[in-house]
């Protein structure tokens, strides 16, 4: 029986070393691993750029999805990930300080770890791959300022008031608006929590709250395809202003029946790709810039149902 004990633990051993080492033990490939904010269906390009440079690479790509947008999920997401000792963790940060001591016990154990998406610039995260968010958020608000004729009332929806790049979003469409446009006023910014049936209910209190609104706009993706679904509830699309970020498929429906004026969008396919090919620079050993800016564009009815084919040309030919 003792030996028979004695079999069973040194299994268990082995098998929980097996697991602690992770994925290139056994594959002998690098495992690099995407870590969003939460479950969206906005990441799925981000993941798909990711993939398909993985592939052309030679190494393992996974996506870890915690299941609500909250610190302590994506904090305890990384900390499985040290305990797995991957080689590299992509991560669309949630906060920046909150995630300063994960990413510092993650580059101690010798994983390398870079923010897409959103930054932790606080943290010792080597890069900052996306779109530079205060830039963004500014030429959107030029481009609203333009559809609203220069006057009126407008509403900012932010899908969560602690994520950096939501903020830097809202900070640029504030200033674009200020500068060249002094007699729109931005009534408020309203929290929808990053989530799709907060924002449909936060809009229907807006509307009743403030009869007289010409616009709306989203700095998070779950806001433009909400409020569109409430102004077309309501008899109201097409007569207040409506735009956002991010293309989602709701969204994009929502530019073809004119509920949605247009929307800016990341280009979420080059973060993932570029994500991979900086993990591997830094597994070599070689110096990656601090900030890499993946640039945006609008999308309107113009350009809606061509935008993609001409991103994704970019890496066509690699």
């Not at 799925?44 to 996974?62: H, L, Q, S, T």
């Not at 040290?82 to 669309?92: E, L, M």
């Not at 770890?113 to 930054?119: L, Q, R």
């Not at 602690?162 to 830097?168: D, E, H, I, Q």
């Amino acid at each position: 029986m003792k030996r028979i004990l004695g079999v069973l633990m040194l299994l268990v051993l082995v098998t929980g070393m097996v697991f602690a080492r992770g994925g290139q033990e056994e594959s002998g490939k690098p495992v690099l691993v995407m870590v969003t904010k939460g479950v969206h269906p906005y990441y799925e390009p981000c993941f798909e750029g990711f993939k398909d440079a993985a592939e052309k690479y030679g190494v393992i790509a996974e996506k870890v999805d915690p299941q609500k947008f909250e610190l302590p999920l994506q904090v305890k997401v990384i900390e499985d990930l040290i305990a797995r000792k991957v080689d590299g963790i992509a991560i669309s940060a949630l906060d920046d300080k909150g995630l300063v001591p994960v990413i510092d016990e993650a580059t101690k154990a010798g994983i390398k770890v870079i923010t897409f998406d959103a930054p932790a610039p606080s943290s010792a995260a080597l890069t900052y791959i996306g779109t530079d968010n205060e830039s963004a958020g500014y030429e959107a608000g030029k481009k609203m300022a333009e559809l609203m004729g220069g006057e009126g009332e407008i509403i900012i929806l932010q899908g969560g008031l602690g994520a950096t790049n939501l903020n830097l979003r809202t900070k640029g469409f504030k200033r674009a608006i200020a500068e060249v446009a002094p007699n729109i006023k931005v009534l408020d910014v309203v929290d929808v929590q990053g989530d799709f049936a907060v924002a449909v209910n936060k809009t229907e209190a807006v509307l009743q709250a403030y009869p007289n609104l010409k616009a709306i706009f989203a700095v998070s993706a779950e806001g433009a395809p909400a409020a569109a679904s409430v102004l077309k509830q309501q008899g109201k699309a097409g007569k207040i202003i409506l735009g956002g970020f991010d293309d989602l498929k709701d969204t994009l429906e929502g530019i073809r029946d004119g509920s949605v004026a247009f929307c800016v969008v990341q280009k979420t396919y080059k973060m993932g790709w570029l994500s991979v090919e900086m993990l591997l620079k830094a597994l070599n050993g070689e110096e990656i810039p601090k900030v890499i800016d993946t640039g945006v564009l609008f999308v309107t009815k113009e350009n809606v149902d061509t935008y993609m084919e001409e991103m994704r040309k970019e890496f066509a030919a690699q």
